[in-house]
């Protein structure tokens, strides 16, 4: 049995502000490549981990368009709802977003929480169950992630919009790779677009492919390419990824100077923090006072001024220098 896996389409009509293309034709033209790969590599099933849209009311004239590719798809297209499917990130709502509409007239299908059993022409039986995003999903003690295997599975597959990492980049409202105590063989995860790949812990799989595009100038977006996965269960589990060609090169379709211009201002306010604590000539003890006279010694304008106070209990966060200026 193959499978392919392809997650966070976020599917829009309008680009994104920091994409310098046509958002809307570039993920047309990926969907395209999605179909040409499943193809190629005759699988059986198609698996989306969630963000289907990028919002639950796409609107019906978007929507259409990519109907017309979803529908030439050569199999079965299998989703979990992801946050921005939802209403207020409630399930409950799903009947009522365009994945729901999706959904009922056949073109997707809806993963349920109880699993269900596909067979593939050589009688092999994969167990899948899916879970559609929530707000518990990643509380602490989750049990979103745990599944039971079923005698009668050769492979048990999880599909989650959760935020499955394999190590902590946020302060909560994550879960663990090393924390999930699950039978499924393979545990698919979407919802973290940078995603982790590949990753094996005590005998199971967890795969990520990442978003299927970038909307963030983030540094790591721009050195990602776009890919999707493909699972072969035979004998044994074999997993491996395919970049899009047509993904361009990040630098080509992400606008950083944004973040740039950001950056540079946060280092200006950090050296104007440093100038004042390092400098014991200041007889004066309004921070007011205290920048007006720094803008003037260094002949720096009003706008990185008036951003200085706009900004500055946050860059002493960030200095790990906290108190009052004096």
Avoid: C
């Avoid at 796409?58 to 529908?71: E, G, H, Q, W, Y």
């Avoid at 200006?268 to 390092?278: D, M, V």
Wanted: zero cysteines.
């Amino acid at each position: 049995m193959k499978l392919l896996v392809l997650t966070d389409t976020h599917i829009r009509g309008t680009t994104p502000s920091r994409r310098l293309d046509d958002f809307k034709e570039t993920l047309l033209n990926k969907l395209r490549e999605v179909k040409e790969i499943a193809i190629e590599e005759d699988v059986d099933y198609i698996l989306h981990g969630g963000d289907l849209f990028d919002r639950p009311d796409t609107a019906p004239s978007v929507v259409n368009d990519f109907i017309k590719v979803l529908r030439t798809y050569p199999k079965p297209i299998y989703i979990v709802a992801g946050n921005h499917d939802l209403y207020g990130h409630n399930p409950e709502t799903l009947s009522r977003t365009m994945l729901g509409i999706l959904i009922t007239s056949g073109i997707v299908n809806l993963v349920p929480e109880e699993p269900i059993f596909l067979k593939d022409d050589n009688g092999l039986v994969l167990q899948l169950s899916g879970r559609n995003f929530d707000y518990s999903i990643d509380e602490k003690n989750t049990t979103a992630y745990t599944v039971k295997k079923d005698d009668k599975a050769n492979y048990a597959l999880h599909l989650i919009h959760g935020m499955l990492l394999e190590k902590p980049f946020f302060e909560s409202g994550y879960t663990l790779i090393e924390d999930v105590d699950t039978e499924a063989d393979i545990t698919v995860a979407g919802h973290y677009h940078i995603g982790f790949g590949v990753k094996k812990f005590k005998g199971k799989y967890f795969l990520n492919p990442g978003s299927l595009v970038r909307s963030s100038a983030d540094l790591k977006e721009i050195k990602r390419t776009p890919q999707v996965a493909i699972i072969e269960l035979k004998d044994e589990v074999k997993i491996s990824l395919r970049k899009l060609k047509s993904a361009k090169p990040g630098k080509e379709i992400l606008d950083r100077s944004a973040i740039e211009g950001q950056k540079f201002r946060e280092k200006k306010l950090s050296e104007f923090i440093r100038e004042i604590k390092a400098n014991d000539s200041f007889e004066v003890f309004s921070i007011n006072a205290i920048l007006d006279k720094i803008a003037t010694n260094k002949g720096i304008n009003q706008e990185v001024t008036k951003e200085a106070l706009d900004r500055l209990a946050v860059v002493q966060e960030e200095l790990g220098e906290g108190g009052e200026i004096a």
